[in-house]
T-cell receptor, first 108, second 116 residues
Framework: RKEVEQDPGPFNVPEGATVAFNCTYS??????FFWYRQDCRKEPKLLMS???SGNEDGRFTAQLNRASQYISLLIRDSKLSDSATYLC?????????FGTGTSLTVIP | DVKVTQSSRYLVKRTGEKVFLECVQD?????MFWYRQDPGLGLRLIYF???????EKGDIPEGYSVSREKKERFSLILESASTNQTSMYLC???????????????FGPGTRLTVL
C-alpha cells in the first residue's frame, strides 16, 4: 500500500469555481502534513501546512481528519494562476512522503 | 530568504559516466534529501541525511550514492550512469522532524539529467 494516495485528476474547472482535493495516508503516526504546489517544470513550493484544527489562507483551506487519515485542500474562487499540480505531503518521521499530485487547470 | 541551489539545471551525460549532482542550502538545516521525479510516479526518495556524514537509504537507492561532508552541502553520485536514470533530480532541505512547526521541505530548482 502506498504511503500517500492522491487522485491525479486532471481537474478542469472554470474561473471562479470551488474545487477540492483529497489525499489519504497510511501511517497513523504521521505528525506533519503539507500541501505543495508545483508549476510545470519547476520545483515544488510550499502552499500551506495543515494543522489539526484546520487552517485557512485567503482562498485556500486545508483540513486534516486523523480518524479517517485524510487531508484536504479547498480552493475557492479559482483563478487562472491557480493552474498547477498540487502535491500532498505527509511526514511520519525522518522521511516525507509525497502523493503523485493532482493536476488543476482553471479555464477562462 | 531561504535558498537551496543545485549545481546544474540541465545535464547531458553518456551511459557509464560518473555523474555528480551538487546541492547547497543556506538555512543551516540538519536534514537534506535527494529525490527523482518521473511522470506518473511522483517524487521518489533516493537518499536523505539528517546530519553531517550521516546518510540513510530512501526508497530507490540502487545505482546512487551520496556524500555529506559539510552541513550545507549534499551530493548525489551516479557511479555509472544508465539511461533509466534519465530524470528530474530534486534536492530539498528541512529542519529536524522533531520540530513541531516549520519543518517543511524547501526545494532546489532541480536538475534535468539526460543519459544517452
Amino acid at each position: 500500500r502506498k504511503e500517500v494516495e492522491q487522485d491525479p485528476g486532471p481537474f478542469n474547472v472554470p474561473e471562479g469555481a470551488t474545487v477540492a482535493f483529497n489525499c489519504t495516508y497510511s501511517n497513523s503516526a504521521s505528525q506533519s502534513f503539507f500541501w505543495y504546489r508545483q508549476d510545470c517544470r519547476k520545483e515544488p513550493k510550499l502552499l500551506m501546512s495543515v494543522y489539526s484544527s484546520g487552517n485557512e489562507d485567503g482562498r485556500f483551506t486545508a483540513q486534516l481528519n486523523r480518524a479517517s487519515q485524510y487531508i484536504s485542500l479547498l480552493i475557492r474562487d479559482s483563478k487562472l494562476s491557480d493552474s498547477a499540480t498540487y502535491l500532498c505531503v505527509v511526514n511520519p518521521g525522518n522521511q516525507f512522503y509525497f502523493g503523485t499530485g493532482t493536476s488543476l487547470t482553471v479555464i477562462p | 530568504d531561504v535558498k537551496v541551489t543545485q549545481s546544474s539545471r540541465y545535464l547531458v551525460k553518456r551511459t557509464g559516466e560518473k555523474v555528480f549532482l551538487e546541492c547547497v542550502q543556506d538555512m543551516d538545516h540538519e536534514n537534506m534529501f535527494w529525490y527523482r521525479q518521473d511522470p506518473g510516479l511522483g517524487l521518489r526518495l533516493i537518499y536523505f541525511s539528517y546530519d553531517v556524514k550521516m546518510k540513510e537509504k530512501g526508497d530507490i537507492p540502487e545505482g546512487y550514492s551520496v556524500s555529506r561532508e559539510k552541513k550545507e552541502r549534499f551530493s548525489l553520485i551516479l557511479e555509472s550512469a544508465s539511461t533509466n536514470q534519465t530524470s528530474m533530480y530534486l534536492c530539498a532541505s528541512s529542519l529536524p522532524t522533531g520540530v513541531a512547526v516549520g519543518n517543511e521541505q524547501f526545494f532546489g530548482p532541480g536538475t534535468r539529467l539526460t543519459v544517452l
